[in-house]
């Protein structure tokens, strides 16, 4: 194994982690089924590559048109892409989240994810439509060689260093009396509403983090590749994300880790290596990966709807002991 | 406040579904310190009365005052948060937090209850929590659920589930307590326990407006008691007095 197919691993694993514990915070514990989620990380990567490249005048941009090009040092990409994320989800959290009820919301921000895309992909002047951007600087490349083992082991290292700041943060909200009242929410809105919480206040917070966090994700991943057009954010990368944290566990940050490795990065090397081994037609294999994804999800809601690692249950210190009863759906009427 | 003064005051409130009255121009007053039962017949309008007072359904017209404020136009946290707390007719517990969380999921006063304080982490909301679980478990403790504070919510009986319901709207330390229907689909032996309870809010100077079916039950808690048919108030005063009234007896066995 390679030492760029190794960081190749490695960025893509730290990527999506970001990306799951994101919408775990959305879908798993407050229940807002986000079938957008791509388009904030999509934000994040097209802010943080105009925001580093230089204008499409530079004679080396010159064959892309797009707007801005500012050419502003690591880290302001980063955080721009997470300040995009964030500012992306004010207007579709507006319009989405406080009127309809939550399946509505759901179809909604599927549709929103498609117009974007078709939006993106056909208005050229914009963001260069569907050929998308590319040369993207990558953070640093002013100051050090990027083509060295070295800058590999730098780029593993951002990545980590983001994926400990998300987990720190999630970690916080999701054990946190604020996160139990998302939870609350998630289980039943009505009577979190009669017991004094405000629902869309809380969706919108939730709204805003989760977009931020994914724009960062995006960031990252545009840093390293590169490149970022309309077919890399198509709305089927929000159904595998969806798919990692079910598989891993919703509501639970460890959960969505271990989705985040199980389903993407998972799935995505399985599917290269087979592909490597000329199995059958050259379509096959990325068919049936989509095939298996699906299994996948009705597999785990069927016979294992909590996922590999279950919400923990929550004892409070000093509580009775009591036999470990676990939660078991569709077992309990309610 | 004197104690003539009415803790909540609707006046001539209407709430339409399409055409329908399910609330039809109903005027109530409740007052501090008792318990207000409200009955009758299935569509009379009461639990749509209910959510208009408590905020979940915006009323059509009328006007709704809570401790001498209009509050018609106010959203349902707004006034849980001033001290007007709901139950619900169905069970409404958070089915996959455990009791103990549902109790303090209603808790005012918590620092970590905003993004921010949850942000700030343990050091700086644990006072708060240390304080709401030792006032939870004394709810508990009280209600005789103790043993099952780290259940979850979703795996109680029916009648579990109700005692649940109205320990978490305790929490809020509420000035007027709404209860829809809180025995129903509960065991005979809990009814009588849930009812002492109720007996003892009272004591202690608790208000409570209750839709109840069970007129024993309205006998033995409610003093006044509000009868509603077909979205209108047809009669309110003590049972007794009630009871002579025939237009309200028939309404009430007819309708």
Known sequence: MNTYYAANLLIFAGVDIIACLALNLQFGVSGIVNFSFIIFQAAGAYAAAILSMPPDSAPDYSFQIYFGGYQLPFPIPWIGGAIAGGLLALPVGLVVLRRLRADYQAIALLVTSIIANTVINNARPLLNGAAGLALVPQPLQDQVDTNTHAYQYLYIGLTAICVAIIWFISARIVNSPYGRSLRAMRDNELAATALGKNPSALKMTMFIVGGAIAGLSGAILVGFLQVWAPSTWLYPETIILFAAVIVGGRGNNVGAILGALLVPVGFEEVTRLLTRMNVGPPQLIPALEWICIGLFILGFLWFRPRGVAPEPRHVFPGAPVTEDTHWVEGAHAS | ?255
Not at chain 2, 153 to 172: D, H, N, W, Y
Request: aromatic share 4%; proline share 5%; with cysteine.
């Open chain 2, 1 to 255: 406040m004197p104690l003539s003064e009415p803790m909540l005051t609707a006046r001539d409130v209407h709430r339409h579904f399409e055409g329908l009255h399910a609330v039809d121009g109903v005027s109530i007053e409740v007052m501090p310190g008792r318990i207000t039962g409200l009955i009758g017949p299935n569509g009379a309008g009461k639990s749509t009365l209910m959510a208009v007072l408590a905020g979940t359904l915006p009323a059509s017209s009328g006007t709704v005052i809570f401790q001498g404020e209009d509050i018609t136009r106010m959203p349902a946290y707004q006034r849980a948060r001033r001290g007007l707390v709901r139950t619900f007719q169905l069970p409404s517990e958070f089915a996959q937090l455990t009791v103990l969380e549902n109790l303090m999921v209603a808790a005012p006063d918590n620092r970590g209850e905003s993004l921010l304080g949850a942000l700030l982490g343990k050091r700086y909301w644990m006072p708060d929590e240390e304080r709401l679980v030792a006032q939870a478990r004394g709810l508990l403790k009280r209600f005789g659920m103790s043993a099952k504070e780290s259940d979850y919510a979703g795996t109680l009986s029916g009648g579990q589930k109700r005692l649940v319901e109205i320990m978490r709207a305790l929490m809020l330390r509420p000035r007027l307590l709404l209860l829809d229907e809180p025995m129903s689909g509960v065991h005979p032996s809990i009814v009588d326990e849930i009812a002492g309870y109720l007996e003892t809010l009272r004591d202690e100077g608790m208000t409570i407006l209750m839709v109840e079916h069970e007129l024993h039950m309205v006998d033995r808690l409610c003093d006044p008691v509000v009868v509603m048919a077909q979205g209108k108030v047809i009669g309110q005063g003590g049972m007794a007095a009630l009871r002579k009234q025939p237009e309200i007896v028939e309404a009430y066995l007819v309708g």
